[in-house]
């Protein structure tokens, strides 16, 4: 069973841009959720996708956006890219919102220059 | 905003050794997760426990969710350089109403010596 999948595995853009991060949960997986992991802040949610809708928001910007499709696929957005935004950005997922725990992708490394 | 704190903070050990780190809350949680995240890979989750006294082994490795649900142990026996790492807990609030949001700990990162 292909475990969570995340592209691209690095990014380097510049201040002011923006980036899309993709993430393809487990086969049967239908909640996505989004991390950002920093040397300073550890790992921290970002926000958590079910069934398309988003269920949960943690304390970022509104640059920090995302969505989720049909087939649970899911998308990051950051827009007006900052110095800050440069982490690891770990996409996890679970068969519900209940029990289930979360199995992470290996993440994508954004550097903002 | 919530702290999930971690003990130690880092340990270096011979191969061999027993390892105990533990982990503690100032809420209550009603899941504790154990992750190990390797250099450029993202967290495997080693162990979930979901009762408060709850002991819990998958190998070599034990975990228990406290009696007070605000702190939880693992440990590793006989270690191997491959449990080189850092080790981390993770839970959801119990206000939460999911599991996905969860407060990860500071970590506790694992060498090996041989």
């Known amino acids: 069973k292909a475990g969570v999948t995340q592209t691209p595995r690095y990014l380097i853009k510049t201040r002011g841009q923006q980036v899309t991060l993709s993430c393809s949960p487990i086969?049967?997986?239908?909640?996505v959720s989004w991390y950002q992991q920093t040397p300073g802040q550890g790992l921290q949610f970002l926000f958590e996708?079910?069934?398309?809708?988003?269920?949960n928001k943690g304390n970022f910007p509104g640059r920090f956006s995302g969505r989720q499709f049909s087939n649970s696929r899911s998308e990051m957005n950051v827009s007006t890219l900052e110095l800050g935004d440069s982490a690891l950005y770990l996409c996890?997922?679970?068969?519900?919102?209940?029990?289930?725990?979360?199995?992470f992708g290996n993440g994508t490394r954004l550097t903002v220059t | 905003g919530q702290q999930l704190n971690q003990s130690p903070q880092s340990m270096f050990i011979q191969e061999g050794e027993d390892v105990s780190m533990n982990c503690t809350s100032s809420?209550?949680?009603?899941?504790w997760l154990w992750y190990k995240q390797d250099p450029g890979e993202g967290p495997v989750l080693l162990i979930a426990?979901?009762?408060?006294?709850e002991l819990t082994s998958n190998g070599r490795l034990t975990a228990q969710f406290g009696i007070t649900r605000k702190d939880s142990f693992l440990n590793i026996s006989a270690s191997i350089p491959s449990d080189v790492g850092i080790y981390f807990c993770?839970?959801?609030?119990?206000?939460?109403?999911?599991?996905?949001?969860?407060?990860f700990g500071t970590g506790t990162r694992l060498q090996v010596t041989l």
């Open positions: 996890a997922s679970s068969r519900d919102r209940g029990f289930s725990p979360l199995h």
């Open positions: 426990l979901y009762k408060a006294g």
């Open positions: 996708y079910f069934s398309e809708t988003q269920r």
């Open positions: 809420s209550i949680f009603n899941t």
């Open positions: 086969s049967g997986h239908r909640s």
């Open positions: 993770a839970g959801p609030p119990a206000n939460t109403g999911t599991a996905s949001k969860l407060t």
